[in-house]
């Protein structure tokens, strides 16, 4: 049993005008399916709320210690499957669920402005795209000043950039919770596999993404 990966996949509660988030249902799709015998998956149901984040994050990267973090949201502007490549630290001035806000408009004080996840989103879209799932994958590098991308950079910070952020459409906007759900088991796949293949990798050379201090 030591010897499974383990992945823990979040998705978020309803907020707005989302009164059903897909994010969540195509999680709990995923989690019907798994990610094979090799994987230990693990999910979990974000607040829409900073200060959650701020309390359930740290606890689910100690508690599990995971190879790999996957953070599903919802995008009422996305028609593909969205692979977000970095988590930005400031500009969080919409209120959550709690009508809250934080003061400082940012994730953590005197962080990086933007940090990137450890996996190229262009390879992983590439791959999944060339898979044939039935399902269009594009990149993006803003997750949106809210409670996605406030997640997303909280989660690399946590995990030295071994984390990834995808953007679903609302449901049926084209896709069906259960395209959904297996979309998000090809794109994890691709990702572990990346993960493994740069492991690999490591030992030849100094890694370019040790460096993650980018600006977007």
């Known amino acids: 049993m030591d010897n499974k990966k383990k992945v823990v996949v979040t ?5 707005g005008e989302h009164a059903v988030n897909s994010s969540w249902v195509a999680v709990q799709e995923l989690e019907k399916l798994g ?26 990267w100690k508690e599990h210690q995971p190879q790999l973090v996957v953070h599903v949201g919802v995008s009422g502007l996305a028609t593909t ?17 709690c009508r809250f806000c934080p003061a400082s408009q940012c994730c953590i004080e005197d962080g990086p402005e933007c940090i990137h996840s450890v996996l190229d989103m262009e390879t992983v879209c590439k791959r999944v795209n060339d898979s044939g799932s039935g ?3 594009s ?24 984390s990834a952020f995808i953007h679903v459409p609302p449901l049926e906007k084209p896709y069906s919770s259960q395209e ?6 090809a794109v994890i796949q691709v990702m572990l596999k990346l993960l493994d293949e740069d492991h690999k990798h490591d ?12 600006h977007c």
């Open 180 to 185: 959904l759900g297996r979309a998000l088991q």
């Open 139 to 162: 990149v993006s590098e803003d997750a949106g000043r809210y409670l996605c991308d406030y997640t997303y950079y909280t989660s690399l910070h946590l995990g030295q950039g071994r």
């Open 81 to 97: 499957i969205t692979l977000e490549q970095c988590g930005h630290n400031k500009g969080y001035k919409r209120r959550d669920n």
């Open 135 to 137: 399902v269009s994958f």
């Open 35 to 60: 990610l094979g015998e090799a994987v230990d998956l693990h999910v979990c149901e974000v607040p829409v709320e900073y200060q959650a984040v701020q309390t359930l994050l740290p606890s689910l």
């Open 11 to 15: 998705g978020f509660e309803p907020f």
């Open 203 to 214: 030992g030849d050379c100094n890694h370019t993404h040790q460096h993650q201090q980018h």
